[in-house]
């Protein structure tokens, strides 16, 4: 059961106030036109699932009712912190992460 | 192997069953394997059955990081039925329940398979929309179903509350008695028995860390306990693990790992033969055997590798049955667990070739793929066997996620596993 701290109303609450709306940070291709079907089947469908650190969009359903990030361990549920949607910082963090993978899914 | 029998049975009665003969072997890997299986689930186990019994492929290995059917198998509430509403998930559920019909015989190993009938209610004016659709559907794809009134399921459920005055009142079910629940553990270990005997190796302990691809082929396994297997094909049936073992070969998939829960009250005298399922009010429950009542409900809303689940998830359940057995308020719980789920966003399995070649997915089956072991087992080896995918699998590849085909069985399985 999570504590999370909304970082709008700045205090901590219990996990049933919340609503996870699944993994943060996914960008919407920016024109659609030039989109091709194997960029929005990603985009729309498949997800890094990842055992470890993770980074949520979550709402404050019953609360604020604000979109949030949380970042957190899947494993051992520990929550590192939350954040607000225009914080840029973990945005910086998750492309240094990616770049040093190899580029999932450019196979198929 | 020693055949099983009731003259057996007797016979090691006599010395106290003192010296039955181990089930399976437990050999050391050897260095190369015509295919490896990651997974040793109901579904992997089910899969190395079928290659060494229809396909005469015995050079086969199963990797299985804990103990043989200690996943998602050994953690579901048995539930065994086809009443889904597409063609192509029924004919794929359909198969698996007709291979259940004959699997204790099949495996000389007693699954319990119990066909008590499988109700699932409506409790809206759409949800019987709904139930009808999904059993005409069923019986147009010859699936054996009903729509069953508030009185009909008075018959077969006389202590349900169907009175017109609760919260949400019974309107009616569709009804599968074909349906009905097994031993899950059994199922394990029967496949995996009669893969032994075939001649496959079951390796437990071990745990696969890496792949070996070579020119976007794959080639073998790294394993912590083993070091490096090599293989022509791997085949991997891991569920909740699905998207950890993907990135092991830089693969993505569109699968999501989440907790699902089940619990177990005390014992208690017979009182339901069948099984409830109702994606209303959100809950499930049948009787084991033993006699405790097994219930379930929904998953966490959240990603999670925890094997335990949340506590709302508890409170949620349990209302869910009251609202359907008000008389269960004073029975005690007795244990509670979770597995790892692996959802895809159509809530149907992934049974598909991959970019990488050589390498094949079976996954995806959510919290509904009991039911399926034996028949996602069987389309499996068949495609691994054949090099291509097995007619009822074809539905079920990776790119209907970039062509939109998907199948989208929601209606189905909400709830419901
Ligand atoms: C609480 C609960 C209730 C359920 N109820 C139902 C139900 O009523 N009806 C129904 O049809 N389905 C139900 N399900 C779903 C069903 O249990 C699963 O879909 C099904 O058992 C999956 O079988 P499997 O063999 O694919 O997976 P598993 O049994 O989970 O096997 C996968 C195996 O892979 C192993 N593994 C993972 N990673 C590695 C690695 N790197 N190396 C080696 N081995 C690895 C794991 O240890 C595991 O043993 C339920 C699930 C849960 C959790
Ligand atoms: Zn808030």
């Known amino acids: 059961m999570f504590l999370i701290h909304c970082p709008i109303c700045n205090e901590p609450r219990s996990e049933d106030e919340f609503h996870c709306a699944g993994e943060g940070h996914i960008q919407r291709p920016l024109d659609p036109m030039a989109t091709s079907d194997k960029e929005w089947g990603d985009y729309l469908f498949f997800r890094s699932n990842p055992r470890g650190t993770y980074r949520e969009l979550w709402q404050h359903t019953i609360g604020c009712r604000k979109y949030f990030y949380i970042k957190r361990n899947t494993e051992t549920y520990q929550i590192y912190k939350t954040y607000k949607l225009d914080d840029k910082s973990e945005r910086v963090a998750l492309d240094k992460e990616h770049s040093n993978k190899n580029k999932f899914g450019d196979l198929l | ?417």
Not at chain 2, 54 to 82: H, M, P, Q
Not at chain 2, 230 to 238: F, R, T
Not at chain 2, 361 to 383: D, E, I
Request: hydrophobic letters at 35%; charged letters at 20%.
């Open chain 2, 1 to 417: 192997m020693k055949k099983y029998s009731a003259f057996s049975l007797f016979k090691h009665g006599l010395n106290h069953h003192q010296d039955w003969q181990r089930v399976w072997r437990n050999p050391t890997p050897k260095k190369h394997y015509d295919i490896i299986i990651v997974g040793g689930g109901g579904h992997g186990l089910a899969t190395a059955y079928y290659l060494a019994k229809e396909f005469g492929i015995t050079n086969v290995a199963v990797i299985e990081k804990g103990y043989l059917g200690g996943g998602n198998t050994a953690r579901n509430t048995t539930i065994v039925r086809s009443n889904y509403l597409w063609d192509e998930s029924s004919h794929l559920y359909e198969h698996s329940l007709k291979l259940w019909e004959s699997l204790s015989q099949e495996l000389n190993y007693n699954v319990m398979f119990s066909q008590r009938g499988v109700l699932n209610l409506g409790h809206t004016l759409q949800d019987m929309r709904d139930i009808q659709r999904r059993v005409n559907a069923n019986r147009l794809n010859g699936i054996d179903g009903e729509i069953l009134d508030p009185q009909q399921i008075k018959e077969i459920v006389p202590y349900m509350d169907c009175s017109a005055n609760r919260r949400y009142p019974v309107l009616g079910a569709s009804w599968q008695p074909r349906g009905g629940v097994a031993r899950h553990d059994a199922v394990a270990w029967g496949f995996a028995r009669g893969a032994s005997e075939l001649g496959v190796d079951l390796i437990q302990q071990c745990q696969v860390t890496g792949f070996e691809i070579k020119n976007g082929m794959v080639t073998g396994v790294k394993t912590d306990s083993y070091g490096l297997i090599s293989a022509a094909k791997v085949g991997c049936v891991v569920a909740g693990n699905s998207g950890v073992v993907a990135s092991m070969a830089g693969l993505r998939l569109p699968i999501e790992s989440h907790p699902l829960q089940a619990f177990v009250s005390e014992p208690i005298k017979p009182i339901l033969d069948t099984v409830v399922m109702s994606n209303h009010v959100h809950g499930y429950i049948s009787q084991s055997d033993k006699g405790d009542l097994v219930i379930g409900s929904g998953i966490d809303h959240y990603n999670g590798y925890g094997q335990r689940g949340s506590y709302p998830i508890i409170e949620h359940a349990v209302a869910a049955i009251l609202e359907l057995f008000p008389n269960f308020s004073r029975v005690r719980m007795n244990r509670q667990w979770g597995g790892i789920v692996d959802t895809c966003p159509d809530a149907c399995p992934i049974i598909s070739k991959t970019p990488i070649k050589n390498l094949y997915f079976n996954c995806g089956w959510g919290t509904g793929g009991f039911k399926a072991t034996p028949g996602s087992g069987h389309v499996f080896a068949a495609s691994l066997a054949k090099d291509e995918m097995h007619e009822l699998a074809k539905p079920f590849s990776l790119d209907r996620f970039y062509h939109g085909s998907l199948i989208d069985e929601h209606g189905a399985a909400g709830v419901a596993h």
